[in-house]
C-alpha cells in the first residue's frame, strides 16, 4: 500500500504541465504570445541577455477594441507610453482622445479590468 501511494503521488508530480497564463492564450493569431510573437520573444530574449527580464511586464490590454502589448520596465515613469500592436510596431497614443486613453489605461492598469499580465511568466 505504501508503495502505491508513493508511486501515484510521483505520477501524479511528473504529470502536471507547467502551465504559464501566456500558453493558455491566443491572442493576435497565435497561441502564447510569449514565446510565439517574434518581437516579442526578441524583447524578452535581449532584456534576458542583460539580466533585466525581471524589469520587464508585459500586460495585455485594449484600445478602441483592439488588443495591445503594454510593455512597462519598473524605472519607466510613465503608465501605457510602450504599447504596441500585434505585429509590434509602437502605438501612437496621441492619436486617441483622452476618454479612450482612460479607457486604455483602464484595461492595463485598473482594478478589476486590468488585462492578463503575461510576462514575468506565473
Known amino acids: 500500500m505504501k508503495n502505491l501511494l508513493l508511486s501515484l503521488f510521483l505520477i501524479l508530480i511528473f504529470s502536471c504541465k507547467d502551465s504559464t497564463v501566456s500558453s493558455r492564450l491566443e491572442v493576435c493569431g497565435v497561441k502564447d504570445p510569449v514565446r510565439n510573437l517574434p518581437w516579442l520573444k526578441a ?11 525581471d524589469m520587464l511586464t508585459v500586460t495585455l490590454g485594449k484600445i478602441k477594441g483592439e488588443i495591445v502589448f503594454d510593455c ?26 483622452q476618454e479612450e486613453m482612460k479607457d486604455f489605461l483602464a484595461t492595463i492598469r485598473g482594478e ?10 506565473k
Open 112 to 121: 478589476g479590468t486590468r488585462g492578463p499580465v503575461i510576462w514575468p511568466e
Open 72 to 97: 512597462t520596465m519598473i524605472y519607466m515613469s510613465c503608465i501605457g507610453c510602450a504599447a504596441h500592436h500585434c505585429d509590434g510596431t509602437r502605438v501612437d497614443l496621441s492619436k486617441y482622445t
Open 43 to 53: 524583447k524578452i530574449d535581449s532584456l534576458s541577455a542583460k539580466n533585466q527580464d
